[in-house]
C-alpha cells in the first residue's frame, strides 16, 4: 500500500509565527510532491510543487524535499489567520505518463489571532 | 480560480440510483482526473482520462466508470449508488504531453453527492 503520511493536527501557531507541517511517503518511485490547501467546504488549492532534493521558495511558502528520508515538508512564515485550513501532502509517481496523485488525510492548521 | 467547473454542485440520489457528474477542464489541458473525498480524509484517486482514454485506475469497483470528450470535458458515471458513496468528488485538469514540464493538478469545485 502506497501511503502518505500526515498529522491531522490541529497544529495551533499565533498570528505571525512559522507554521510547519510536516508529510512522509512510502513509495520511493514518488518524484513529484504538493502540497494543496483545503478551507471548509472547498476543493483543494493547489499551493506549491516540488521536485527536485532541497528548498523552494514562493512567498511566505517554503517546500522541502529530502527524497533520502522521504519526507516532504511546508513551512509557511508570518502565519495569517486566513492561512487557518487543512493542508494536504500528495505525492506522483512518475511511471508510464500516469499522474495519480496519492493524498495524505492532511493537517488542520489554525493561526491564532 | 483555475477554470476546472463541475455540476451539478450538490446531489441526492436513493441507494441503487445512477448518477452522472461533469467536469470541464481548464483550457489547454488534455487530462481529467477524477477523486472521491470522503469527510475527514485526503482524495481517493478514482481514475485518469488522457486523449479520450482511461489512463489507469484507482481502487474503485466497475461500477465507476468514465467517459473524455473531445473538447476534453469528462463525465464520471456511478452505477448501484450505495451509502458509502456519499462524499465531495473532484476533478482535477492537467497537461500531459512529451515535453510538459509540469505534473500538477488543478482541482475544480467538486459535487458534493449524498446517497440515502
Known amino acids: 500500500q502506497k501511503e502518505v503520511e500526515q498529522n491531522s493536527g490541529p497544529l495551533s501557531v499565533p498570528e505571525g509565527a512559522i507554521a510547519s507541517l510536516n508529510c512522509t511517503y512510502s513509495d520511493r518511485g514518488s518524484q513529484s510532491f504538493f502540497w494543496y490547501r483545503q478551507y471548509s467546504g472547498k476543493s483543494p488549492e493547489l499551493i506549491m510543487s516540488?521536485?527536485?532534493?532541497g528548498d523552494k521558495e514562493d512567498g511566505r511558502f517554503t517546500a522541502q524535499l529530502n527524497k533520502a528520508s522521504q519526507y516532504v515538508s511546508l513551512l509557511i512564515r508570518d502565519s495569517q489567520p486566513s492561512d487557518s485550513a487543512t493542508y494536504l501532502c500528495?505525492?506522483?509517481?512518475?511511471?508510464?505518463?500516469?499522474?495519480?496523485?496519492?493524498f495524505g488525510s492532511g493537517t488542520r492548521l489554525q493561526v491564532q489571532p | 480560480e483555475t477554470g476546472v467547473t463541475q455540476s451539478p454542485t450538490h446531489l441526492i440520489k436513493t441507494r441503487g440510483q445512477q448518477v452522472t457528474l461533469r467536469c470541464s477542464s481548464q483550457?489547454?489541458?488534455?487530462?481529467v482526473s477524477w477523486y472521491q473525498q470522503a469527510l475527514g480524509q485526503g482524495p481517493q484517486f478514482i481514475f485518469q482520462?488522457?486523449?479520450?482514454?482511461?489512463?489507469g485506475r484507482g481502487n474503485f469497483p466497475p461500477r465507476f466508470s468514465g467517459l473524455q470528450f473531445p473538447n476534453y470535458s469528462s463525465e464520471l458515471n456511478v452505477n448501484a449508488l450505495e451509502l458509502d458513496d456519499s462524499a465531495l468528488y473532484l476533478c482535477?485538469?492537467?497537461?500531459?504531453?512529451?515535453?510538459?514540464?509540469?505534473?500538477?493538478?488543478?482541482f475544480g469545485p467538486g459535487t458534493r453527492l449524498t446517497v440515502t
Open positions: 483550457s489547454g489541458h488534455n487530462t
Open positions: 500528495a505525492a506522483c509517481p512518475m511511471d508510464t505518463g500516469r499522474r495519480a496523485l496519492t
Open positions: 516540488i521536485y527536485s532534493n
Open positions: 482535477a485538469s492537467s497537461l500531459a504531453g512529451l515535453r510538459d514540464a509540469s505534473y500538477e493538478q488543478y
Open positions: 482520462y488522457y486523449r479520450e482514454e482511461e489512463n
